[in-house]
């Protein structure tokens, strides 16, 4: 039997409708950028396997310090023992993050990064007796899958299931180019009772809310006003981590601080999940008491990892190399050429970028958004091309591994011109209303 039919018995696929999906497709072997199936057909991953790949699939160099670690400590249980490697990781990647970040807490995906950044701020204020109530989130904003990460992200279709469970959330609008004065108006009225908690937001690139982006400077107000209000900020870094937006973390192009930091995704640069919650001097100290229930009550079995901090250190390593920096500004400088190419093009809306991200938003006659057919399309017309790219609806993005050659990422530009003309539509475009999609 092959391999799609014993899949198709036992297995049951991610945010997959398998009635209608069609089979999925075995991969057996990567390598750098590549994906290989059983029957030998390459596939350019131009989206870093849902954004965590950083230096390319099967990298040796990852391979071997985990199989050194796996020979060395495999897992310990985390509370009441430490490791090196968790040391090692936590100081490193403290040289990286914003000044006040002081102290790391792990967990092992982005979800739960988010659900620790979130109890942690909760719990702040419970901790020093004046409790809070409120959290603001972004309406397009996508957090995850778990309770408190689903409350936090926007209102969408895939979560109507679960709307009775889900805490309130104060949304308001994101400040995309045009409407800064607006979110920021929103924010000022949610903060203006002295009642929020906290303020959660995707910095600069709202990854599954359609890659929409927006200027450091609309941030910067926003977590001042919060400040103003001692209103915690929690910067979503799970996809824009790691130098995705052209800096090591989007938090990078900010005057403002925020407090609390979640970090996922490129972590391990990809080989392992692992996850990291970060926060300042200020939030540890109102959990450090003798009081022992002002303790963070929170643990996954494998927190802290020495398998995924060993290559988090690895990945961490590369990245920090000037090789790596050198591709990230390449790719950031061809994308900006492609963007040019096509900013006019009559099938687009709109194109935008921020350093290896870019995004092409096509003209539909249909609403925007996750459910748009033009989606399933594209993504068939850019596999049978050799490209894996997933669309998000309408709207199209590159995310690549760092270690893309510039050949690979000419084929991507090329195949991504071929669909405009293929699938271009002159129709005036569609409304951006309820755009939140997952995770892809
Ligand atoms: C900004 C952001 N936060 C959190 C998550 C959830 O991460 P995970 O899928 O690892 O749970 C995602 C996933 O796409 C994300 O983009």
């Known amino acids: 039997m092959s391999w799609i039919d014993r899949d198709e018995r036992v297995i049951w696929h991610p945010y997959t409708q398998a009635k209608t999906a069609g089979a999925a497709l075995p991969i057996v072997r990567g390598e750098g950028t590549l994906l290989f199936d059983e029957v030998g057909n390459q596939y350019i991953d131009a989206i870093s396997s849902w954004w965590v790949t950083l230096h390319g699939h099967a990298h040796p160099y990852l391979a071997e310090k985990l199989q050194a670690q796996a020979l060395e400590l495999e897992h310990v249980i985390f509370a009441g023992f430490t490791h090196p490697r968790a040391i090692e990781l936590a100081e490193r990647l403290l040289k990286h993050l914003p000044s006040r970040q ?6 092992d995906n982005g979800s739960t990064a988010v659900e ?3 109890k942690m701020a909760m719990q702040y204020f419970h901790n020093q007796g004046k409790p809070r109530k409120k959290i603001i989130a972004f309406s397009e904003a996508f957090h995850g899958e778990t309770f408190g990460a689903m409350s936090a992200s926007g209102d969408h279709a895939f979560n109507t299931a679960f709307h009775p469970f889900l805490f309130p959330v104060t949304r308001i609008p994101a400040p995309v180019p045009g409407r800064e004065a607006q979110s920021l108006a929103a924010l000022e009225e949610a903060l203006a009772d002295g009642e929020a908690i906290a303020f959660i937001f995707e910095p600069l690139v709202m990854g599954a809310g359609g890659m929409l982006m927006y200027e450091p400077a609309a941030l910067d107000a926003m977590i001042a006003a919060c400040h103003r209000q001692g209103t915690l900020c929690i910067a979503d870094e799970v996809m824009t981590g790691f130098g995705r937006t052209g800096k090591f973390f989007a938090s990078h192009y900010l005057k403002e601080q925020p407090d609390i930091l979640c970090l996922a995704k490129g972590l391990t640069g990809g080989t392992l999940p692992l996850a990291i919650t970060t926060c300042t001097a200020e939030i540890y100290q109102a959990f450090y008491a003798d009081d022992r229930l002002k303790t963070f009550f929170h643990g996954h079995s494998f927190t802290g990892n020495p398998l995924g901090c060993a290559v988090a250190l690895a990945s961490l390593e590369l990245l920090e190399g000037s090789v790596c920096q050198e591709r990230i500004g390449a790719i950031a400088a061809r994308h900006a050429q492609f963007r040019e190419e096509v900013a006019n093009h009559p099938a687009l809306v709109d194109v935008r970028q921020r350093g290896t991200i870019l995004a092409l938003e096509f003209k539909t006659p249909e609403q925007t958004g996750y459910f748009n057919q033009l989606r399933d399309r594209l993504y068939q ?5 050799g490209v894996l790219l997933r669309p998000l609806g309408n709207v199209i993005y590159l995310l690549p591994p760092y270690c893309i050659t510039d050949q690979q990422l000419d084929r991507i530009y090329a195949v991504l011109a071929e669909s ?5 539509v002159s ?6 209303e309820s755009t939140v999609q997952h995770n892809e």
């Open 102 to 107: 002081a102290r790391v807490f792990f967990s």
């Open 420 to 424: 405009l003309e293929v699938f271009g």
């Open 381 to 385: 017309f850019y596999l049978k091309r």
């Open 116 to 118: 620790i950044g979130l």
């Open 427 to 432: 129709t005036p475009q569609g409304s951006r």
